[in-house]
């Protein structure tokens, strides 16, 4: 195998496939990055059994050939070379020369035909999205997305494609993430569950535009197609949260208020908060006013701002942490919350429409003095 390449292109594809690429596997070669010179274009593959990455960049080949080289002895090399045509040529023991300008290295490599295979998904199912809906789509749900290998289902995303709808669902326990777009898709029904970390290296890939991600979903198995980028992924299996009846369908208060005012206030009583001092942020929403208030055994914060309510007052308390992570994932400037007492979800939703729903569980409260 010998050819050469722009050394840009290639750092950028290297760095991006290497994510896919175990750290540390019983097979060798899945510790390695699969390069095919072929034609005009070089081919190179990340892949790790779960998640697999592929990608093209132009090359200018003098012998086709194939070899795996280590993904990240590769990718350090190729990051440090100077910006000018990079040459690579392997010969029939493996052993590979990568040069550029008065750089040279020479190292070992695996033989191609140790390298699994990659799964194909030979399916018409599917639906296109532009790229910066399908961004948007995961950033407002992945991070609900479950950390915990106690229900496996739920360390994924939930999609479910039909009546040109999609929309992608997270849980974890303790809070839950629902976004809903248009789509032109005559698919009906079509219900399936993809790997958070899938998610969000399929996020990293995806530009701010309005070109189209082709998803095309087999029986175990997604292929995203991002540019000249492929992810393919297994699909997690099992029963994923009946969401729907976890969504209260009623509300006794409604709350309209600036989201920064109130991530900016969360911010402040948490500042008392730490790993070892965990304590819940007190929210009281009364007429024109919520009230904030955290206690913990260093001492006490409040805080006030206005707001719009409509009901009855109430008095909740939220973990910080999830509270925030919904506040942040919002759009717009305002939101609408929707509280049912202060034992029931709380619903953050848009001031209009339907776009995204998140629940947060609240924290039970104990009294004032309990808590110094």
Known sequence: MKFTCDRQALAEAVLNVQRAVSNKSSIPALEGILLKANGAALFLCGYDLALGMTTEIEAAVEEPGEIVLSAKLFCDIVRRLPDRIVSIESDAKHMTVIQCGQSRFSIVGIPAEEYPELPTVNSDKGVKLPHKVLKSMIRQTIFAVSDSDAKPIHTGTLFEIGGHKIRLVSVDGYRLALREEDVQSDEEDLSFVVPGKTLQEVSKLLPEDDEPCTLCVGSRHILFSIQNYTVISRLLEGEFLDYRAAIPQTSTTEVHLKTQDFIDSVERVSLLITERLKSPVRCIFEDNEVRLSCYTPIGRASDSFPEKLTGST????????????????????????????????MKVLPLEGESYLFLVLPVRLKNEMDEV
Do not use: H, S
Not at 319 to 339: F, P, S
């Open 314 to 345: 109430v008095e909740i308390g939220f973990n910080n942490k999830y509270l925030l992570d919904a506040l942040r994932n919002t759009e717009g400037d305002e939101v609408k919350l929707q509280l049912n007492g202060p034992l029931a979800p």
